[in-house]
């Protein structure tokens, strides 16, 4: 049974019918019902109110919303041409109702504020064929007609109707009667014409604001909705119904028996990226990012006949969380504000969400929890708790040398399993538009690249595409190779440090990056460079130019620096330690505090494994842990140069005064699909042997002694030959004589190989 909970309602709809004709439906029907109880049910019912009599005080909202097109097409009567209507319908009413209870009895006050826009549109496109006077062909003519009609109102503080209405089974429901009011109405009539025998002349009438009446609405939720047993005295909920185009809404947060202040909404607002203090509503599918400053605001309603001083809390609660429960919740500031007798007031705080897409122990946090609650002098009064998604900040995937956006495939199928969906992934090119880097593009292409410099600059478009595309302030960056090189070139450069203090990018963390250069960049570029056709991506990594950019690129910005260094293999291109078979350990640490060495070859850096032992654990931050990494970071935000000789002892392999390593012997050739080549190699007396070469996959090597024997070899489609710089390695003394160097090709092409020879490696 419905119990009347809206006596005077009902008392004023009597004297009063024209202004309350649905109360007289509602409520007498109600109260007649109430009279008839059995004695067995009454005394429940009784009960139940004398816990809290008093009326509902709170928030209504109602909207409806119309939106509906259509065109119709219809053969002129000449039969040569056709008649398009093309109608829209656009109406948008939204009324917001602050609820009160009445001084004197268990009934509710209503104040409505309200907004309607709507606009009527129908465009007629006219066309028809006819012969002019003194012509002898059709001509083509055409007319355009539009007629476009508005309604406009804004209205506060008019006096609305609240219904809350409950069931002896706890189902209830909430209906809400807003009154007509006085808006405007305009319009316009437009003719454009084209092609006529005659010419006619455009027409443009405007038809100025009159007065006009926006209708009454009303609109009652399902009565479908149930009280929560463990608090009767608070409700929420919202009820939509869609019918012939059109969508009406309710949503409701009402209390009763509770303090004189109490909170009407909580909502959440970030920047709309690149324009700081744009503020926006934070839409709940859609969220914010990681990093983000969000402004917190709350809506605190006085009830009471006397001005009060109201202090808000905002926390973070983490109930009903399945690992973190019974977790106290977490304070994230206060605020005091001075509220009006019968008036609202709204409490800011910016708050920075950095940290918040994870828990501190690395698990994805897909959804935070934001408490709002206010005091009346240090007591408890009301609380609201909204949820607010926040998602990790965007990865940005930076490709080295010989390489494209393409090394990063199976990323996104990995950030995504890593947390959810809204983890994304922008490897540099992808989207050639927003900036594409040039290192080469793939392996066997030796012409021209761009400078690190240059590839910054692209770097860079495509930082700020990724920005846009997820409104996000900061970013993640993951650089494999050469790209770690032109990041740190980008963050020393170009990139900004926003108005919060915070560098653009929260973390570099490089795969095997040459820090201090490759000297299989020396084996490698010196035969182009001589061959006068220099491969700047590749020039760039010698050593002595590598040196060069640590001593002019030394400004992290408060960037936190980590990289991951490879070592399963023995020396290549004449390297003195273990290396990942392009970069040398000592190479990739650098002068970086945060390093690790793993047993991982170059070309596998960008695999699932180095993301989840190395990447992950360094930008899967909570905000404790991404705290305590920002207190690192500015320790070692200052500059990162070093004495020039100490950097040049860091440079792997025999070096001249130069810092370079130069082979003992190079050469270009050109293999034909299908051909085996013989060339001879120049050996030394010396206490070993090396040849690294640049050569497709499909490129098999054979090393042979002055005596005939096969010493080593290369084979095509193995491993090995897997590797940007492929290496064979005599670790025997060899004597001054002539070896041959077989060169066997299974490639559907013609394929360049470049190679060089080195000795006296010693490890």
Known sequence: MRAASQLPAARNAQQHPEDFPMTIMRTLPALAIGLTLSGAAAPVAAAAAAQCTAGWAGTVEYSRHQASSDSKTVKRVSGKGTETTNGSINDDYVAHVAVRPAPDGEYS??????NLSATATETINSNDQMICPHERTMRQMS?????????????????????????????????VRLPEFQGTASGSNSASFSGQCKSKEATNQKIADVPT??????????????????????????????????????????????????????????????????????VEQV?????????????????????????VKFRDTYKGDKWDGAKPDGLLGEVSVTVPAGEQREVQLKWDSSGYAWFDDGRPRLMQRIKAEVEDKGKKIDDMTRNLKVAPKPLVLVHGLWSNWRAWGPWQNILTTSHSYDWKAFPVGEKPEHGRMNTGDEMGNFGPTNTIAQNAVELGNYVRYAQKDRNAWHVDLVAHSMGGLISRRYIHATMPTYPDGKPQISHLVMLGTPNRGSSCADLMSIPLELAGRPMEALRELRPINVMKF??????????????????????????LTRSDGVVAEPSAKWMIADNE?????????????????????????GPGEQSASASRSAASAGSARAPARLMLLGVEGPEEENGSTTPDFSKILLIAPGQTLTITIPVEEASNFGMTFLAANSVSATLIDDKGQVVASNRSDTPEANQIFRSIFIDRATTKGSWKLALESKDRADREIILSTWSNAIQ
């Open 597 to 621: 060495t793993q047993a991982v070859l170059h070309t596998s850096m960008t695999e699932t494994g180095p993301f989840s032992t190395f990447v992950m654990p360094r930008i899967a931050l």
């Open 213 to 282: 009446t926006i209708d009454a609405m009303r609109f009652s939720s399902s009565g479908e909705d149930r009280m929560q047993p463990s608090d009767p005295n608070r409700l929420t909920g919202a009820h939509s119904v869609t019918s012939y185009g059109v969508t009406e809404s309710l949503r409701w947060n009402l209390r009763r028996c509770g303090g004189d202040l109490r909170l009407v909404d909580v909502k959440f607002e970030d920047m709309r990226f690149p324009t700081w203090d744009a503020w926006k509503e934070i």
């Open 287 to 311: 969220g914010t990012i990681d990093g983000n400053i969000v402004r917190l605001t709350a809506v605190v309603a006085n009830d009471s006949p006397d001005e009060k001083l109201a202090t």
């Open 109 to 114: 006050l209503g104040t409505a504020n309200i």
């Open 550 to 575: 640590n001593a002019e690129t030394v400004d992290r910005k408060g960037v936190l620096f980590s990289v991951l260094a490879g070592n399963p293999l023995p020396p290549v291109c004449r390297m």
């Open 143 to 175: 007319g355009q007609f539009v007629s476009k009609n508005e309604r406009r109102g804004n209205a506060s503080g008019l006096e609305a109707g609240v219904d809350i209405t409950t069931d002896n089974d706890g189902t209830y429901s909430v209906s």
